[in-house]
Every structure is written in C-alpha cells, then in structure tokens.
C-alpha cells in the first residue's frame, strides 16, 4: 500500500549517495540504530537461548494473541525460512504452541505460552532500557514526532495492510 500522489522523481534528478553522506542517509542511520540495538540486547538474549528472530517472535506475541505465521513474518520482519526455524526452536523450548486455524486448515496460529511469556519478560527490562538510550537527550514532543513520522513512511512503503 503506497502513497500513489506524487509521482517518484526520474532517477537522474534524485541526489547520489555521495552528495547526499552516509549521515543523511536515513536508511543508513536506520539500519545502524537497528544494528546498535540488536548488539546491545544479544548478550541477554543468548543467557535466556533467544536470537534476534527468536526475541521478536516472542514481542510480537506478547501483544498479538494468535497470529498466523505469516502475519509473524510481517510483524517480527523476519524472513519465512528464518521466522520457521525459529518457531521450531521455540516449540521445542516449550515457548510457544501452534494451532491450526479453526477457518482454514493450511493456516497455523502461534500462541506464546507461559514458559515463553515469562522468558519475554524477563528481557522486556533490557528492550525498554534499550529503547530509552536511544531517546536520550530527546524531547516527548520530539519522540512522538519521530515514531509519527516512522508511521508514515511505513504506510509509505508498506506491501501489508499492517
């Protein structure tokens, strides 16, 4: 679902990379933050037998009782193949349970389960802090700027309803 108003500009008028810097590039910074964030969590997520994929499985979970893998997939931003071995792993670890869907039975829903609620928990602390660095030194005013503006170009570039 893309914003199909204004057409995109011919690529000989758009700024090359070098013009523009890596630090205004903003999926650049984008990716560095992720990175940043993703290194500041690992060394918990692996005492707790969690990877990346694994961790958002589980938080995408943890607000979304039941989704279809697929829906997971989106959510968690986790390629298919990667997002079904994690789900294995967490069955496994007991974390999670897959259920046929009652309306369609080629489609599996992911439940979290107690186990795996409280492993979610346990490294929610650690998420939030993460998150909270990373809006030091930044106004409310100007969070809710950003995360509305981070919205909008998700609607943007969206290819899910969600």
């Known amino acids: 679902m893309t914003d199909q108003s204004e057409p995109p500009a011919p690529p000989d008028a758009l700024p090359r990379l070098?013009?523009?810097g890596l630090s205004n590039y903003a999926p650049y910074l984008m990716n560095r933050i992720m990175?940043?964030?993703?290194a500041s969590l690992r060394e918990e997520m692996a005492q707790l037998g969690?990877?990346?994929?694994?961790?958002r499985a589980l938080a995408v979970l943890s607000v979304i009782e039941?989704?279809?893998i697929r829906d997971i997939a989106v959510y968690a931003v986790v390629e298919q193949s990667t997002?079904?071995?994690a789900l294995e792993q967490l069955a496994a670890e007991g974390m999670i349970r897959r259920e046929t869907d009652?309306?369609?039975n080629r489609a599996t829903r992911v439940y979290l389960t107690e186990t795996g609620r409280t492993t979610f928990e346990t490294l929610w602390p650690r998420m939030a802090e993460a998150q909270s660095r990373m809006f030091r030194g930044i106004s409310e005013d100007e969070r809710r700027a950003f995360v509305g503006t981070l919205q909008k170009m998700l609607t943007n570039i969206r290819k899910h309803e969600f």
């Not at 990175?35 to 993703?38: C, Q, W």
């Not at 969690?50 to 961790?55: R, V, W």
């Open 66 to 68: 039941g989704p279809l």
């Open 18 to 20: 070098g013009e523009i």
């Open 50 to 55: 969690l990877t990346t994929p694994k961790m």
């Open 35 to 38: 990175g940043r964030y993703n």
């Open 83 to 85: 997002l079904s071995r």
């Open 102 to 104: 009652a309306g369609d």
